[in-house]
């Protein structure tokens, strides 16, 4: 470790220090302490203080001014008297109540008593009860080929009640339609074997597939029950027409292959010259008469005034060309493509390529079958009219007559 050596001064310096009384250092400042007014500053400060004026004013309403604020400090009370019973809103133990206050979403409120704000709040209850609804028996055709009829009862309730009001304009009605559309798709894919043998299975997966649904709705499905089934049409015992049935509705199944459920039309009668005795036909158990009349309008004519109405819309959604082959008076082979260009319909074969499906009717048959007095799906089951080829494509037809009825007038 490093050793220091202090010394002391000279004898005459610490002599000299000593006898000043001083000190080995000078601690005069640079300032000037006796005045807070006399250092120096890069800033000029001033030592006047300017008087503070303490200034009163008074103010005189108008009179008006006055008026006009008894009056509406008077029409408040007025209108809360009148309107507070109005209110005061009861709720019960199962009811909520979903507030909008100028338009923005307030906390959920039940049950019990509430207070609503008159012309500012608008609200909406909402029951939370187990509510159920019947689907209408529907008659369409499944996976073999056969034709059945079938309904449902569905049981829902309200699990999140602002989601139900905020996610969907009418959540009962939208239930309805999805529980009926799935219902259809869902059976479409099914035999009758499975029908028989898996009604308790096919009604969970059916109850899970609208759950996936309405649970962004706030909607919870708990229950699904289908009615019972009822045969329409057995299914074809050829195993090669069932493959094609198989591939039809694997195909359709997202479309409508519902029938209507409304009694079956009375055909509207076309001008005649040659009226031919009554007959009747059969379909679905009714029988109907009707007036078997020969039309004035010809195949040929009917396809030629179709023909203008053809656009590129239409191609695009079908992408199929229709062959008609037509028994009985002025029959012969037409065709109506919906596949190439802008469309074309007219007398013999396609002309361009080979078509999609052949279709096989009457010539009776045909204007009611363009004018939808006639369903495809309906005629195709009662036997009036045969499919060959690519039966989807048949089924798609029906939706191509409904855009030319808009403007086709038979």
């Not at 002025?330 to 390529?353: H, Q, T, V």
């Amino acid at each position: 470790m490093a050793a220091f050596k202090y010394n002391r001064l000279g004898d005459r310096r610490q002599e000299s220090l000593d006898s000043e009384g001083g000190s080995a250092f000078d601690y005069n400042s640079a300032f000037d302490y006796n005045s807070t007014f006399n250092f120096e500053s890069a800033f000029a400060y001033s030592k006047n203080y300017y008087p503070q004026i303490m200034e009163e004013r008074t103010f005189n309403e108008p009179l008006a001014a006055k008026i006009c604020s008894y009056i509406l400090i008077v029409f408040n009370y007025i209108l809360v008297i009148f309107t507070f019973p109005f209110s005061i809103k009861t709720l019960k133990s199962f009811e909520r109540a979903v507030v909008y206050r100028i338009g923005r979403l307030q906390p959920l409120k039940g049950p019990g008593t509430i207070i609503i704000l008159p012309l500012i709040d608008r609200w909406q209850k909402v029951d939370l009860r187990t509510k159920a609804f019947n689907v209408p028996p529907q008659q369409f055709l499944i996976g073999d080929g056969a034709g059945i009829s079938v309904g449902a009862t569905i049981y829902y309730r309200i699990v999140d009640v602002k989601r139900s009001v905020n996610s969907i304009q009418d959540f009962n009605h939208s239930t309805r339609v999805l529980g009926h559309s799935l219902m259809v798709k869902l059976l479409a894919t099914k035999t009758t074997q499975q029908l028989e043998t898996e009604k308790a299975h096919i009604s969970e997966q059916l109850l899970e597939d609208m759950n996936v649904v309405t649970q962004m709705w706030g909607v919870e499905i708990s229950r699904v029950d289908l009615s019972d089934i009822t045969m329409l049409k057995e299914a074809p015992s050829s195993n090669s027409m069932q493959n094609i049935m198989e591939q039809l509705f694997s195909s359709a199944s997202s479309g409508n292959m519902c029938l209507s459920n409304a009694p079956i039309p009375r055909p509207i009668l076309l001008p005649t010259t040659q009226p031919k005795p009554n007959t009747t036909f059969t379909y679905s158990n009714e029988t109907v008469n009707v007036q078997r009349v020969v039309p004035s309008i010809t195949p040929a004519l009917l396809l030629a005034s179709v023909k203008p109405l053809l656009n590129e819309y239409m191609v695009g959604s079908v992408g199929a060309v229709y062959q008609f082959n037509l028994t009985g008076d002025n029959g012969g082979i037409y065709f109506l493509d919906l596949k190439n260009g802008l469309g074309d319909a007219g007398a013999g074969e396609p002309p361009i390529g080979e078509p999609d499906v052949i279709l096989k009717l009457s010539t009776t048959n045909l204007p009611r079958l363009m004018s939808g007095q006639m369903k495809v799906m309906s005629a195709y089951m009662s036997g009036q009219l045969k499919v060959e080829g690519d039966r989807s494509a048949a089924m798609r037809l029906e939706e191509v007559l409904k855009e030319l009825n808009k403007t086709l007038k038979l």
